[in-house]
């Protein structure tokens, strides 16, 4: 648990979750364990695991409202807002009978923003609002209860309520109006969902489309892509819905950082746009809306939105209906990520089919199969499988039989667009001959392409480059280009072979030239790889290594982008271009903000920042970052440090004194008193001419029952303020002593005489 507990402190949740598991397998009960579990588990996405956590402590503990209510959190999150509703309401009353009102009327509210009409929860809120004074609100209360009441056709109720309205506040507007609308026989407005509630609400409907394919065994790849996409999307939209401080501070904190970076920017300023049409977009497609639903994602993405989820669902939806040019152009897009390139290769090749293109579809059906094929080998054969396809795409490049690309078509499509295809696939290599030497492409029997020529060569330039004949094995491989000179991995291989010649700066060339083809074949992986072997030979090379960044970003490989922008920006950093490398920082930054990243980059990256900021004496700058890393941080200690530092620095000492009460604030809600008092000491030790801080620090000493020392401070102050001449200031400390009734206090009235007198 301490293990647990250390590595939760420092952010890193899997380390924290292994050993909340090792704590576990010896009390498999304990709550305490389970809770920090549940938490870990939420820190790094795992909401489905992390709500069967909280829900079994729910089950051991049952009067512990905090499982109950984390219950509701994460139901809310996966859009099973039925639990949601029931586990807050549970929670409201247990926090409600430990005399928690303020964390019930939070529970009741969240029931109220996911249902509307749950009339329990809007009476709960009403009688406590009533007791606590919180008249308008109860008032607002009392009018919903009478809606949900009059719609049931209950008339005694509903008078009832709007009567209680009107008791409380007579000249409430709102509950005038209900009268007169009951005396006329009109209905009363229905109760108003609150701001922020329409996240869950998208969660929910993005559930219940993906409803009726659960009880089937599978989903072909454009099914499974098309839920992974909504379910992408839904996340988006909670994650903007969500109104909570933390959300919203943080939202605006690394907003504040970047600003003038151009598409964030543009981002903050259209967000409303952004929530308000994905969210129509989503709400159309649970009414089978599929135009309403794209001209909704075309909206968001005229907003400034753009995201691979996004450039799929469009994709898919104008490709079920006559817009085939625009649904190709979003797919070119989504076919980069890793969760959408094989369901978008499948969708275009069925576009070409449609359009008559019979060569183009084949080439993509033989690229969605490629990719298939590479799923189902073992991850250390992937890259290999992935390779034998090319010189079946060479040679289908090059196919006049419109029959034979129409037939290839029809088998692919078949094999794979079926709930089963994983199972065929595995079947079809069962089947499969078996060749010596390795793995060969289930397309070779689908196609019965004559590859066999550039593969035996292939073999030959390995051997001889096994036994060291380099040239003959060059010569061999440059005869293999003339019979397939588009086959990429034949010009990897020439790079390798060049590396052995001792030749580096040609192999960077080739590779270089190599990555760039991948990349636009869209074979990002590839691409990467060869990007990666670049940098290795040439770690200085700036434009591998933004080509690389952008190649992991486009496959949503974040966290590798990210320490790529960190090496580029240290490259920076050594070159002594300070400007590059912040620069560098913000663009990683702006990566973090717009993914799923792990948010302890923008701590991380933050503190580089502020460092060059230092450096170039930019200390208004780095003000800014700090404040934001202490958003983030509030423990740390060396970042509030540098916060009052630096408002000293710039003169602005009252600013300093309001960043160090509210890190005192912070340390004692947190009951840390001897870590506070260690962090005035140092403060005083490095601005020995402050005397706010040694007065804030003898203070504190007081306040920490160390009277005698917190005399000695002041003491000192008091002799700084009479050396300098300063007699007002040094009677102020000397009334400051004696409030602290010391042993000798009768010496200091004495000594303020004196000072009063003129005579000290």
């Not at 008091?718 to 009768?746: H, S, Y």
Request: charged share 25%; aromatic share 6%; with cysteine.
């Amino acid at each position: 648990m301490n293990e647990g507990h250390s590595a939760a402190w420092d952010q890193e949740w899997d380390k924290a979750i292994s050993s909340y598991r090792k704590a576990l397998e010896e009390f498999p009960d304990q709550p305490k364990a389970l809770n920090s579990l549940g938490l870990a588990l939420y820190q790094v996405g795992q909401f489905e695991e992390a709500l069967q956590t909280y829900q079994y402590v729910a089950r051991l503990s049952p009067n512990d409202p905090v499982p109950f209510e984390k219950v509701a959190q994460l139901s809310e999150r996966l859009g099973d807002l039925r639990m949601a509703v029931e586990a807050a309401m549970r929670a409201a009353d247990l926090f409600l009978s430990q005399r928690d009102v303020d964390k019930a009327l939070e529970n009741w509210v969240r029931v109220t923003t996911l249902n509307p009409e749950q009339a329990a929860a809007h009476s709960r809120l009403a009688l406590v609002h009533e007791k606590l004074g919180h008249t308008q609100q109860a008032v607002t209360e009392y009018l919903a209860i009478a809606s949900i009441f009059q719609r049931a056709g209950n008339a005694e109720k509903t008078q009832e309520m709007v009567d209680k309205a009107l008791q409380l506040m007579p000249a409430n507007p709102e509950a005038r109006q209900a009268q007169t609308l009951l005396k006329t026989g009109q209905l009363l407005p229905k109760p108003v969902r609150t701001k922020g509630g329409t996240g869950p609400i998208r969660m929910a409907q993005v559930k219940q489309l993906q409803k009726p394919k659960q009880a089937e065994s599978g989903l072909d790849p454009i099914a499974e892509a098309r839920q992974k996409a909504l379910s992408q999307l839904a996340e988006i939209l909670f994650e903007y819905s969500d109104e909570s401080p933390a959300a919203s501070q943080e939202r605006r904190g690394l907003a504040a950082i970047m600003r003038g970076t151009g598409q964030l920017s543009m981002q903050s300023a259209e967000q409303t746009k952004v929530v308000l049409h994905l969210g129509q977009a989503i709400d159309a497609l649970s009414r089978n809306q599929d135009a309403q639903a794209a001209e909704e994602l075309d909206r968001a993405l005229e907003a400034g939105f753009s995201h691979p989820s996004l450039y799929f669902v469009l994709g898919l939806l104008r490709s079920r209906g006559d817009r085939l040019e625009s649904a190709q152009r979003h797919l070119q897009h989504a076919v980069k990520h890793n969760d959408y390139n094989l369901a978008a290769r499948l969708l275009q090749g069925q576009i070409f089919s449609r359009k008559g293109q019979t060569k183009e579809a084949s080439l993509e059906y033989l690229e969605a199969l490629r990719l298939a094929d590479a799923m189902v080998v073992p991850a250390d054969q992937a890259d290999e499988v992935r390779q034998l396809y090319e010189p079946l795409i060479e040679t289908q490049q090059n196919q006049t039989d419109e029959e034979a690309c129409r037939r290839l078509c029809d088998n692919v499509n078949g094999l794979l667009a079926r709930s089963d295809w994983r199972d065929q696939l595995h079947k079809s290599r069962e089947q499969m001959p078996k060749q010596e030497g390795g793995l060969m492409p289930i397309a070779e029997v689908l196609m019965q392409a004559q590859s066999s020529q550039v593969l035996e060569s292939i073999n030959r330039v390995h051997q001889m480059a096994r036994m060291g004949f380099l040239r003959p094995a060059m010569a061999e491989a440059f005869d293999a280009v003339q019979h397939a000179p588009t086959y990429l991995p034949l010009h990897t291989l020439i790079g390798d072979l060049l590396i052995q010649e001792g030749r580096p700066q040609d192999a960077i060339v080739k590779f270089s030239v190599v990555a760039h083809a991948y990349g636009v074949r869209g074979e990002v992986a590839q691409a990467t790889k060869l990007l990666r072997r670049v940098i290795q030979l040439a770690p200085m090379d700036l434009s591998a290594r933004t080509r690389l960044i952008d190649q992991l970003v486009a496959r949503g490989m974040v966290d590798d982008a990210i320490n790529e922008y960190l090496e580029l920006a240290d490259i920076h950093y050594r070159l002594a271009e300070l400007d590059l490398a912040r620069k560098t920082y913000t663009t990683a930054l702006r990566v973090v903000q717009q993914s799923n990243a792990d948010r302890a980059w923008n701590v991380h990256i933050l503190q580089r920042m502020a460092d060059i900021d230092m450096q170039r004496l930019n200390w208004k700058q780095a003000l800014r970052v700090f404040e934001q890393i202490r958003t983030l941080r509030p423990d740390d200690a060396n970042i509030r440090k540098n916060l009052v530092d630096l408002n000293l620095r710039m003169g602005q000492d009252q600013q300093a004194m309001t960043e160090l009460e509210g890190y005192i604030t912070y340390l004692e809600s947190k009951h840390q008193t001897e870590p506070m008092l260690k962090f005035l000491e140092e403060l005083v030790a490095e601005h020995d001419d402050q005397p706010l801080l040694r007065r804030a620090w003898a203070e504190q000493l007081h306040r920490a029952g160390r009277t005698d020392e917190a005399v000695a401070q002041l003491d000192l102050l008091g002799e700084t303020f009479l050396g300098v001449g300063k007699k007002r200031e040094a009677m102020e400390v000397i009334q400051k002593i004696i409030l602290m009734n010391p042993a000798n206090v009768e010496d200091y009235r004495a000594l303020l005489e004196q000072v009063r007198q003129g005579n000290a």
